[in-house]
């Protein structure tokens, strides 16, 4: 079919085509289902051009000054990988466990509650994102060029698909030997991996305390880690992540600039994945065709309101950072085979949306955030205290959709892909009104868009609040460089720059890149 396609587009017989590409394949249910391609196609004979190629690493240069990389996510690790293209040394600081090891944190918190607060659902090697399906929708090259990092992926073992498909993932059971691939290359070439590396001093080896390093100068930064270790290095890449608010901290008492930003605060919706198809699919073809996603948004009271993440064929995790905060996510392993859909429904929040946090400045929103989150574990444990129940900490407070819109306590639950159980509590009062107000008249126009959507079988569970950072840590736009301290280059969802694996990653790469120009490695 692809073969007869081109050849009526290039006006010559399916026997005239050679060689051709899958450039971006979309699944098309308006009104019926087929699958939309666009192809590259050559005539037979003609050599095939326009196909990207990785640029070859290089080993790391001893010679050279070294680059410190903190935080071993997506923007991490393909800021190192770009700094190998240059031959430069990155020595990755990671603060949790390798992926491997960090699962057997992860089943602990999911299975008995027993959090570790460096190794978790957000934090260890591969950062969030590793556990959490590895979505890659990110499909602008405004910041970059994405193939490099699709490329990469595929280099280290994600199926080719993910270079065409127009909602590409990889899988949370696939995502571990690909995070493994990626730090053996680093390692292999001449970098360096520290786990358990929590930084918690960035300052400059000579200088002015508190200060980064000057222009000319040839002071070298230093990263100051929990256990004692100390690491060196001309540059800092800061790829920390949207949980590790005790950086925020640590620039705060340094007098060096943050700011507050907007994130999107809501629940995790959860339904049965065989209603999600029915509705998308509109009764046909379910069990043949892929789990049906769906996409939401809408405008309540002048601020959005949409659907994140969402993980068909999913799972929800547990992804507290702290002891007395619940979080939810969503994840789904390669064959999204799981029978709930889930999404995150959330609603966007500016630092002017809360005035009565105005006290804490930069971190006005931060502290909003951390409320919610110590609202619904409170809500939780104090319930069972005064029952007498026991259970995991971290049980999410949950409410039927049709009931939170009514404003009533749900008498019974649905089952729910969330390990460490429900608890069914009202949650249009536990958000904060903001939220929730506009999350209630939201789920009708939802299901004007979808019918069938808003149901009693769908289940809200909260709270989903890492949907990005509350706080930036400010940067020239062309240098990259945080404002005051050269040489320290913020970048990735922690910074505030991306939001998601791709986005992330073209982020760490620019950052990379930035350094190789002012080495003038690169034009």
Known sequence: MIISAAAAAMHVPCSSVGEYDILRRSLDARGGIRYRYLIRAFKAGEPATGRYALPPYRHADSSSPAVIVIGAGPAGMFAALRLLRYGIKPVMLERGKDVHKRKFDIGALSAKGILNPESNFCFGEGGAGTFSDGKLFTRSSKRGDIR??????????????????????????RLPSIVEKIRNTITGFGG????????IDLRPSGGRPGHGRQEGNGTEWEAECSDGRVFRGSDVILAT???????????????????????????????PQALIDKIQYKGKFEGILPPAEYSLVTQIDGRGVFSFCMCPGGLLV??????NETVLNGMSNSKRNSQWANSGIVVSVNPEDVPEYGKYGVFSVLEFQKAAEQAAFTAVNRMRAATGKTGNPFAAPAQRMTDFVKGITSSSLPSSSYKPGTVSLPLHEILPAIVSSRMRKAFSEFDRKMHGFFTR???LLGVESRTSSPVRIPRDPSTLQHAGNEGLYPCGEGAGYSGGIVSSAIDGIRAAQAIAEKRGLEK
């Open 148 to 173: 490099e990092v699709l490329a990469q992926l595929v280099n280290f073992g994600a199926d080719p698909s993910i270079m065409y498909e127009a909602h590409p993932h990889i899988g949370s059971d």
């Open 192 to 199: 360096e991996y520290h786990f358990g590396a929590k930084v």
């Open 241 to 271: 992540g949207h949980s590790a608010r005790d950086i925020y901290e640590m620039f705060d008492r340094k007098g060096w600039k943050l700011e507050a930003k907007g994130f999107a605060l809501g629940v995790r919706a959860e339904h």
């Open 318 to 323: 547990p992804s507290s950072t702290g002891e």
């Open 457 to 459: 079988e769908a289940l």
